[in-house]
């Protein structure tokens, strides 16, 4: 018998990805949509063999919801990195020098590391190399993005996001 904590994360997952699938795939014919609920269910049923869901920690959902205003200022972000990054490449006065630097993250879970980490990589020019403890390698394109993650912005948003569940 399912517990009930078990019960709404299995659920919650199983909507999450129909909700997304439907948002991404843009098709609604009977067979797109049944095809996409076996699919979603597929992926279910995979996440519970593989153990995959976190029954113990009941924030999980919560933990999500903390993160999608950093999702939205991460988004305009990559939008002017990207901005930047083609107009290096399209105007060959701009300097393209590039940086290895390690940057310090103030975050204090696994999984604030990693948003962190992959936060960095998803900006356009710049690249998250390897992640040891509180130090994060980066290889920059250009000083811009070297200096984009001096502010420290991209790492105190992080660091928001993940103590506003604790």
């Not at 299995?10 to 949509?33: D, E, P």
């Not at 924030?59 to 903390?66: A, D, G, L, Y």
């Not at 006065?93 to 310090?104: E, G, H, N, Q, Y």
């Amino acid at each position: 018998m399912l517990d009930r904590n078990k019960f709404y994360h299995i659920a919650s997952l199983f909507v999450s990805l129909a909700i997304l699938w439907l948002l991404l795939s843009g098709h609604y014919t009977a067979l797109l949509l049944s095809l996409g609920c076996l699919s979603v269910l597929f992926v279910t049923l995979i996440s519970l063999r593989m153990n995959l869901l976190p029954y113990n920690q009941p924030e999980t959902f919560f933990r999500f919801i903390k993160y999608i205003p950093y999702g939205f200022w991460l988004v305009i972000e990559i939008l002017k990195s990207n901005i930047d990054v083609c107009k290096r490449i399209l105007n060959p006065r701009l300097p393209i020098s590039p940086r290895w630097v390690t940057i310090k993250s103030s975050q204090f879970s696994e999984f604030g590391k990693i948003v962190y980490a992959n936060s960095i990589t998803l900006t356009p020019g710049t690249i998250s190399i390897d992640v040891d403890d509180d130090n994060i390698d980066v290889h920059a394109l250009a000083e811009s993005g070297v200096e984009g993650l001096a502010t420290g912005e991209m790492d105190k948003r992080v660091s928001q996001a993940e103590q506003a569940y604790v």
